[in-house]
């Protein structure tokens, strides 16, 4: 079945350095991929999706890239800031009204 | 305005005792997720539905019922419940097709002594 795979966290990382956070996938579709960033006390909300191979996604400053040949959707950040931190979730789409399929989340921290 | 609300927040139920989350979506969507999140597990789904009256196992769906009386409305069931069922739940509505987007509520914090 489909699975997703994310950068085991949790991460921490000062105001200004670089991020990424790991995604690689299984699937046998063609899925829309997407990027849910969850603060504390709060649920989930999407980052950001990409439906399409070869295409990438940005908000706030991430982005990232669908790569169906490595089957990867990595998310990436120049400079995190401390209002970054949160955990952060990779997902797929399902298809034949199948339900989507999150990774296990990435818990970022940021440091001032 | 929330467009997925959850109640109740919080919850503190007795082991073996009926417990009932609720979940009302204004997205008009038609599908609706039921998750657990607990720490190193992410998000994992237990139940979802297509629309009014209709219901799907998700990956977790032991020890739950779901109930979609309406296009608005989604319960969990815990009919039994257990202290392996504390957790914080969150509820989802999706616009469906390919690129289904979820739109997750609150959540609610159930602990199950």
């Known amino acids: 079945g489909d699975s997703v795979t994310q950068t085991e966290g949790p991460v921490t990382l000062s105001e200004g350095t670089s991020l990424t956070v790991n995604c690689s996938y299984e699937t046998k579709q063609y899925p829309t991929l997407f990027w849910y960033v969850q603060y504390p006390g709060e649920g989930p909300q999407l980052l950001f999706k990409?439906?399409?191979?070869?295409e990438k996604g940005s908000n706030r400053g991430f982005e990232a890239t669908y790569n169906k040949e490595a089957t990867s959707f990595h998310l990436q950040k120049a400079s995190v800031q401390e209002s970054d931190s949160a955990v952060y979730y990779c997902?797929?789409?399902?298809?034949?009204?199948?339900?989507?399929?999150f990774g296990a989340g990435t818990k970022l921290s940021v440091k001032p | 305005e929330a467009a997925v609300t959850q109640s109740p927040r919080n919850k503190v139920a007795v082991t073996g005792g009926k417990v009932t989350l609720s979940c009302n979506q204004t997205n008009n969507h038609n599908n609706m997720y039921w998750y657990r999140q607990d720490t190193g597990h992410g998000l994992r789904l237990i139940h979802y539905s297509y629309g009014a009256g209709s219901t799907e196992k998700g990956d977790i769906p032991d020890g739950y019922k779901a109930s979609r009386p309406s296009q608005e409305n989604f319960s969990l069931i815990l009919e039994l419940a257990t202290p392996s069922q504390t957790s914080v739940y969150f509820c989802?509505?999706?616009?469906?097709?390919?690129?289904?987007?979820?739109?997750f509520g609150p959540g609610t914090r159930l602990l199950v002594l």
């Open positions: 989802a509505s999706g616009t469906g097709g390919d690129q289904d987007t979820q739109y």
């Open positions: 997902a797929l789409s399902g298809y034949n009204n199948n339900a989507p399929r």
């Open positions: 990409v439906p399409k191979a070869n």
